[in-house]
């Protein structure tokens, strides 16, 4: 059976996203693999601002750092099952994977482990002055995964629901 991967970079999403991806998974009669990446430097980055605003002293904490883990990983499994609930409504067959490090490099070696035909991939809206510093994970992957990529963005994912607003009145 051929694959559909979703790759869920952050918790913050909305749910277009999930439709877009089980949508067509179910029209290309593919299962629907959703792996969700834990940002491994959470806690730091955590630890950071709190450092820098004076509210903590130099060396973090540990407890911090497994409370930051544990609060990323609570997200992931809330994010997997909204694309569970959605993929079993449309009767599609889905698989969760949680991965620890938002790397590209973790996401090829997933996109190589599993083979999917087709990669769908969030995008945060960044910021015109960030682009020009910075590559997201989405672009990264547009350019170096051996199979298609598509790219969800918030701004489609916010135009989308503004839509569906619209038709609800």
């Known amino acids: 059976m051929k694959k559909l991967l979703l790759v869920i970079p952050y918790a913050g999403f909305s749910g277009a996203s999930i439709d877009q991806a089980v949508k067509r998974a179910k029209k290309d009669n593919a299962s629907l693999t959703a792996l969700y990446l834990l940002e491994g430097g959470a806690a730091a980055s955590v630890f950071d601002k709190f450092s820098d605003i004076g509210f903590m002293g130099d060396r973090p904490a540990e407890d911090l750092s497994r ?23 449309e009767g599609v067959a889905f698989e969760p994977i949680v991965e620890e490090d938002a790397a590209v490099e973790k996401v090829l070696s997933v996109i ?25 994970l989405a672009d990264e992957l547009s350019e170096r995964a051996s199979v298609e990529v598509a790219v969800i963005t918030e701004e489609d994912e916010q135009e989308k629901e503004r839509a569906d607003d619209k038709n609800m009145d």
């Open 67 to 89: 409370a930051v883990m544990k609060e990323s990983r609570q997200r992931g499994y809330e994010a997997l099952g909204k694309v569970q609930i959605k993929a079993m409504e």
């Open 112 to 136: 190589e482990r599993e083979d999917p035909y087709l990669v769908f991939v969030l995008k945060r809206k960044q910021r015109s002055f960030m682009k020009y510093f910075t590559r997201s």
